[in-house]
């Protein structure tokens, strides 16, 4: 009988490159001559991109960084990034921490009652009033596709009342009659203050062009007057 031995099989470090590209870079890895082996490396990153369209959306150091691991870290070369740490490969994420407490209205999410957070620490009435309006927006919008029958702007309201504690109020007539919480009026909502200072900016500048103007208008005395015959 004729006995059969498999060949030795080769060790992929990255296995998405293939058996040939790791026999490149195990080839560039010996290669005595730093200089060789630096435009060798080069050539290699090249290749990977022509022979696997889809790592040009990866970035250059990413390639690098798999070279350097391909090699066992082990090549030596003057590359345009610095080898990773081989310490970090395969080293577990920090677990990321849940947060903690239940979310009081689960159709509107933690990220308002967040807002609302921050809407409570605003100081000046005007801008708060604008966060509540701006809150008020979201949660209508996240309420209509969660509840799209009797609904309210009270509704909106009460629960934003809740979700404060009380600290948050804009009076339900006013809110109705100019329909704030409407999401047509989003766009074109803008912040008290920001208006205000909007409005300042754009007297000054049209007075300050005013005053360019008149000084560049010629003063022509009496040179347009009609002379007397």
Known sequence: MTEHFEPDKQKLILKEYGKNIQRLVDYITAIEDRDKRTQSAYTVIEIIKQLNPTVKQETDQKLWDDLFIMTDFKLD?????????AELLGKKPLPIGYPKGEVRF?????????LIEGAILLEDDEEQESAIIFIGQLMRSFHSTWNRENFDDAIILDDIKTLSKGKLHIDLEKVKENGLFESNTHRDFKLPLQEERRTTK???????????NNKRRPNTGGHNKKRRN
């Open 77 to 85: 070369v003057d590359a345009p990034f610095p080898m990773p740490e």
């Open 106 to 114: 689960k159709h509107y999410g933690r990220n308002i009652e967040k």
């Open 202 to 212: 754009n007297k000054r500048t049209v007075s300050q062009s005013n005053n360019n």
